[in-house]
């Protein structure tokens, strides 16, 4: 394995990160959605509780599904050549995106997730 210095990181924008994680999070909000309105009908409508207690468990695990994944988006990243997992440094491209490091390929991947900043300018 050889590792290169930092500045010599070829920089590349990562091809599928951001769009393949966007898919899975619309995903699981659809199934978080699709849950709750569920248990919804199963207890204003249909009156079955059995039902409900069915629902109301998947919404919570589908939406902490949703919350971790999203937190996984911004700190968790394969590289698409050598298929090994990158953890964020906190690196950020000059667009305000998030930046990968694999020193084992010598690449700054930008993932083109935007870096939160929760509000702060």
Not at 20 to 49: G, K, P
Not at 83 to 91: M, Y
Request: contains cysteine; proline residues 4%.
């Amino acid at each position: 394995m050889t590792t290169r210095h930092p500045s010599a990181m070829e920089r590349r924008t990562h091809p599928t990160h951001a769009r393949s994680t966007r898919l899975i999070m619309l995903v699981l909000l659809a199934i978080t959605a699709a849950s709750w309105m569920a248990a919804y009908c199963a207890q204003e409508s249909l009156q079955d509780q059995a039902l409900v207690n069915v629902f109301v468990p998947a919404t919570m695990a589908a939406g902490a599904l949703l919350m971790a994944c999203g937190v996984a988006r911004d700190l968790l990243c394969r590289c698409p050549q050598c298929r090994r997992w990158l953890r964020s440094r906190g690196r950020a491209s000059t667009g305000g995106t998030r930046v990968f490091t694999c020193t084992a390929c010598g690449i700054d991947w930008d993932a083109k997730v935007q870096v939160s900043s929760a509000g702060e300018p």
